[in-house]
Nanobody, 123 residues
Framework: VQLQASGGGVVKAGDSLRLSCVASGRTFRRYVKGWFRQAPGKEREFVSAISWSGGRTDYADSVKGRFTISRDNAKNTVYLQMNSLKPEDTAVYYC?????????????????WGQGTLVTVSS
């Protein structure tokens, strides 16, 4: 499966952005989807994940209460709604997927990655 992320941009602290990630290719398979980010000079970190059905989600503590992950399987798209953005949210955001048709969400072990989309939050 191929993943294409979009929606990044330059915003001010307190603003909102919505990232999208469209999957193409073997979309008939069931995938758990995740968002990760990598800030300059830092390692890539987990942000959020959602099970194939959307029934389970997981968030990093740093974004809990501000970010919301969702998906539309009919459109092969996963979203990350980011509210109350902070300068420390500045990073390249990556979407990822892994074959899993169960209710699981997890933070590591993803096999498919999209290119990143840059989010810059100014103070």
């Amino acid at each position: 499966v191929q993943l294409q992320a979009s929606g990044g941009g330059v915003v001010k602290a307190g603003d909102s952005l919505r990232l999208s990630c469209v999957a193409s290719g073997r979309t008939f398979r069931r995938y758990v989807k995740g968002w990760f980010r990598q800030a300059p000079g830092k390692e890539r970190e987990f942000v959020s994940a959602i099970s194939w059905s959307g029934g389970r989600t997981d968030y990093a503590d740093s974004v809990k209460g501000r970010f919301t992950i969702s998906r539309d399987n009919a459109k092969n798209t996963v979203y990350l709604q980011m509210n109350s953005l902070k300068p420390e949210d500045t990073a390249v955001y990556y979407c990822a997927a892994d074959i899993n048709n169960g209710p699981l969400v997890y933070r590591t072990g993803y096999n498919y990655w999209g290119q990143g989309t840059l989010v810059t939050v100014s103070s």
